[in-house]
């Protein structure tokens, strides 16, 4: 959308979603934060740059191809853009290595947790990862010689590849002066050293590590002189016209084996490879030194994420906890009993999921329940939700799931649950052509007596048992008869047709969310001009779109008092004098991912939770639902739990300067206050090192 501000009252998204980064890599190293965990934040820095590589970039990369000339509203074009991204990318990996080889790593070694180079080998060591070699590496490998015959070869995204420089002739008579070997995807990144072999605890040698020592295994007869592993990111973003396929499912199971061998976008190197090798390969990838980044460690950190699972130490992870549960439902077992007495708020992790899947459980069991509807952006893979729907399908009830097949990386999960839905006989439908369903919205329609009664569960956050213990959400189980109806509604538009009608409590993307939300920013700064009390406190994932900053900025100047919590990029620019001296941005980083959408309008007094961010994606191209919170009781909880401590907050939160840069904040009287650490104590059922009480 456009603006008349001046492009310096924007920062970039690009550039602020690296800054994002910048504060998880904090998290790595924080001696605070557990060891183990502090490893785990390390691998969340290179999983978030994958990422970013593979969408961000790509697109970047695409619109610098293309010659387009446009620029964003922070002023940037797109090779602009791409400079400083290259830049400031390249400080973050060298940091990244750094925290890891020089904090983390010899302090994990230090407790009995040991990473062995092979330089550090001893002789019992070498056997083993000798015979590991010969036993599970050297029958599924594929060295591949290059030469007229055997061209380069197809490389999988982000898989690790070794490339080979050798001098000789084989038995053949070639002369090939280059090899690559790509790692089997089937074999572990990191194999487990046995106790007695690693002569500690827990042992571990990485698969590049081995190898390397046997390289010269692989071509008989051959000097090899060199030997770097190495991996390429693709552009993994799906392109499916939507309005030219027949049959969204079909086009998508078509496209996303391609996902794989997409543009490469980005060259990982070990920081040893040959000028002449690196040269070589980014030929080969047809790409520029601009996209090579040279990496002092195994060029893929990810495969490390799943070692503090494998290292049982809990006094080196995060304690133990375990989700408490609401005192409405710890008094009723029936969730429609329990419904009927009052809405229920559910404040995820520390409170449990246990409660939305149980609504649905229950629902499958019900004889008195006609009808489910359902949306599903992510779930889990082995979701007992979804299961519970295709129970509920078998046993003759009207089930209807809204599936967005779209949902970036969880495409073919999605794709599979759809199809076992459609086996049982529930309606699967998917969504709007040109919009993403993310709306999280489920409903139950059950006969009581002589009428039908609905009941609605609506949330901040995905049906995903998983990310509801690592995710902070708030979700929302209500039969208020005007929500519910709402809600019917956006079922009806999504699986039917016409004309959207006016809801009367629901703030609906694409069509009345940015208005709405508009009208609410203008009447914080109209209280404020008159003299009324006034105030926004707004808590979301990414604020970008310009014309809610422009409002912000609006009711600023007319002296509203504006806290913003913004987890990932934030676009707007506060306490710049005349514009936005009234406005504070925070960024809370922690043991979970802030994840929940919450408006607060003090004027008002409304409170409103949202499965949106402000981003022009979410107020144009989605399916959003953002519902108001009608109980006083659970208004004062949202405001508190929600918005209020992470203002209090003086341990995990990072405030924004005017020039976008983030420094973390400290308490300077009295004690810490981290605000997770907060919740957990109040909400969950219990904390522990042990798991025990």
């Not at 008094?331 to 649905?360: C, T």
């Not at 086996?423 to 039908?452: F, I, N, W």
Request: proline residues 4%.
């Amino acid at each position: 959308m456009k603006t008349d501000l001046p492009q310096r009252h924007f920062l970039n998204r690009e550039l602020a979603q690296l800054a994002f980064n910048d504060r998880v890599l904090a998290q790595a190293e924080d001696e605070h934060v557990p060891l183990l965990e502090r490893l785990r934040f390390i691998c969340i820095v290179s999983n978030n740059l994958d990422e970013f590589f593979e969408i961000r970039v790509a697109g970047l990369k695409a619109q610098i191809e293309a010659g387009a000339a446009s620029v964003g509203p922070d002023g940037l074009t797109a090779r602009q853009v791409f400079t400083q991204v290259a830049t400031q990318t390249r400080e973050l990996v060298s940091n990244q290595y750094r925290i890891l080889n020089d904090g983390i790593l010899p302090k994990l070694a230090s407790r009995g947790i040991r990473f062995f180079q092979r330089s550090a080998w001893d002789d019992v060591q070498r056997e083993w990862v000798r015979s590991y070699f010969f036993r599970e590496l050297m029958p599924v490998l594929t060295p591949i010689g290059l030469d007229p015959s055997h061209p380069f070869p197809r490389l999988f995204n982000k898989s690790l590849n070794f490339a080979v420089e050798l001098s000789g002739k084989d038995a053949f008579g070639r002369n090939s002066t280059v090899a690559i070997v790509q790692a089997p995807r089937i074999l572990p990144r990191v194999i487990t050293l046995p106790t007695k072999v690693a002569g500690c605890d827990f042992g571990f040698v990485f698969l590049s590590s081995i190898l390397h020592a046997h390289v010269d295994e692989l071509f008989a007869g051959m000097a090899v002189s060199g030997c770097y592993q190495f991996r390429v990111t693709r552009n993994s973003d799906l392109f499916v016209d939507e309005e030219e396929v027949k049959n969204l499912r079909t086009a998508l199971q078509g496209e996303l084996p391609q996902r794989q061998f997409g543009d490469a976008v980005r060259l990982e190197v070990a920081d040893n490879c040959s000028e002449p090798m690196a040269n070589f390969l980014l030929q080969q990838f047809c790409l520029t030194v601009d996209d090579m980044y040279r990496v002092h460690g195994p060029v893929n950190l990810v495969r490390l994420i799943n070692v503090p699972d494998r290292v049982d130490r809990p006094d080196l992870k995060y304690k133990f906890f375990t989700p408490g549960m609401p005192k409405e439902l710890a008094k009723h077992e029936d969730m429609f009993e329990a419904i009927r007495k009052g809405d229920i708020l559910l404040h995820h992790p520390y409170q449990s999921f246990r409660p939305v899947i149980n609504f649905i459980k229950q629902a499958a069991a019900d004889p008195q329940v006609v009808a489910i509807k359902q949306t599903v952006y992510r779930t889990d893979a082995g979701s007992e939700l979804m299961e519970q729907l295709i129970v509920a399908a078998r046993s003759g009830k009207e089930v209807t799931v809204v599936v967005e097949l779209l949902a970036r990386f969880d495409e073919e999960a999605n794709i599979n649950w759809a199809a076992k839905l459609e086996q049982v006989g529930a309606h699967v439908v998917y969504g709007v052509v040109g919009h993403k369903t993310h709306a999280k919205m489920s409903m139950v329609v059950r006969r009581e007596g002589d009428k039908l009664r609905r009941y609605v569960h609506l949330s901040t956050g995905n049906y995903h048992s998983r990310t509801a213990t690592l995710y902070t959400d708030f979700g929302l189980f209500t039969e208020n008869n005007e929500v519910c109806a709402d809600v019917n509604d956006v079922f009806m538009q999504m699986t039917g047709l016409g004309k959207a009608g006016k809801l009367k409590h629901i703030w609906q993307s694409p069509f009345t969310l940015h208005s709405e939300m508009l009208k609410a920013i203008k009447r914080e700064a109209a209280a404020a001009t008159s003299g009324r009390p006034s105030g926004i406190i707004a808590k979301m994932n990414a604020l970008l779109e310009p014309e809610i900053i422009s409002a912000l900025y609006e009711a600023s100047m007319a002296g509203v008092k504006i806290d913003l919590i913004v987890r990932g990029a934030c676009a707007l620019c506060p306490g710049i004098p005349g514009m936005s001296e009234n406005i504070k941005v925070r960024s809370v980083i922690g043991r979970f991912l802030e994840h929940s959408r919450i408006f607060y309008f003090r004027s008002s007094g409304a409170v409103l939770l949202s499965s949106a961010d402000w981003m022009d994606r979410n107020f144009f191209r989605r399916i959003e639902a953002c519902f108001p919170i009608l109980d006083p009781k659970l208004k004062k909880r949202v405001i508190k739990e929600g918005l209020k401590i992470y203002l209090a907050d003086n341990y995990q939160t990072w405030e924004m300067d005017r020039n976008g840069v983030y420094k973390r904040k400290k308490s300077r009287r009295g004690a810490a206050l981290c605000a997770q650490e907060a919740l957990l104590l109040e909400l969950s059922a219990k904390q522990s090192h042990d798991g025990s009480d």
